[in-house]
């Protein structure tokens, strides 16, 4: 595609639901990255692919959250028993080779969670 | 682990007048560096990258960016804040995470408005 795709663009949950958010990054591009952005905050790192390398887990902030990403196309995050504090824009983005830390990361429009 | 650092969450110039934003990076070695925008409501696009070819780095809509070894910096300016300037701008850092793979790490953004 054209850009990094995220669906759904919006989504409002009950407390204790499974939610399961996608993003579709550029054809081509080896490395993804999810990141999610509470109210008024910055970018906070969840977790990282890169290529058929394990994935960089250091940002999930529980067991509830995981990620899988299928080759070097669309990945998904799943948050169970999702709890109020997960409110937040999850962000994805991605870049033609993260083997090289000088190309430019390509972001989504992000996912907006609203848990009630 | 490296990070960056804003200094400001907020910042607000007049029209007309300079806009600095400011950001520090801890790192032994001189890392890959970047400047994204992000518009209300919209995701992150990026305004310029450091990447050691050149100090002095000229980006989108008139922003620069100079690195400043000596001082662990790559402060962002513009000579003339414009209103569509008004946004938020976030300094991030890809250093090396091993095994061929380059993490990205933002700073926690520093919101520019722009007064008339």
């Known amino acids: 595609g054209a850009g990094v795709s995220q669906s759904p663009s919006n989504k409002v949950t009950e407390k204790g639901k499974d939610v399961e958010l996608r993003c579709d990054p550029i054809s081509g591009h080896t490395a993804l990255y999810w990141y999610r952005q509470r109210l008024g905050q910055g970018l906070e790192f969840l977790i990282y692919?890169?290529?058929?390398?394990?994935?960089?887990k250091s940002g999930l902030p529980s067991d509830r959250f995981s990620a899988e990403r299928t080759g070097e196309s669309v990945s998904t995050l799943t948050i169970q028993r999702t709890q109020q504090e997960d409110s937040a824009v999850y962000l994805c983005a991605s870049r033609l080779d993260g083997g090289r830390g000088n190309t430019e990361a390509f972001f989504g429009q992000g996912t907006r969670l609203t848990v009630v | 682990a490296q990070s960056v650092t804003q200094l400001g969450s907020h910042v607000s110039v007049s029209e007309g007048a300079l806009v600095l934003l400011r950001c520090n990076y801890s790192s032994s070695v001189p890392p890959y560096l970047f400047w994204y925008v992000q518009y209300p409501n919209q995701g992150l696009q990026l305004l310029l990258k450091?990447?050691?070819?050149?100090?002095l780095v000229k980006g989108i809509n008139g922003f620069e960016a100079e690195f400043k070894k000596s001082e662990t910096s790559f402060h962002l300016t513009k000579p003339s804040a414009h209103m569509s300037d008004a946004a938020e701008y976030f300094c991030?850092?890809?250093?090396?995470?091993?095994?061929?793979?380059?993490?990205?790490?933002f700073g926690k953004g520093t919101k520019l408005s722009v007064i008339p």
């Open positions: 991030a850092v890809s250093p090396y995470s091993g095994a061929g793979s380059y993490q990205l790490t």
């Open positions: 450091y990447t050691s070819a050149a100090t």
């Open positions: 692919f890169q290529g058929n390398s394990a994935p960089d």
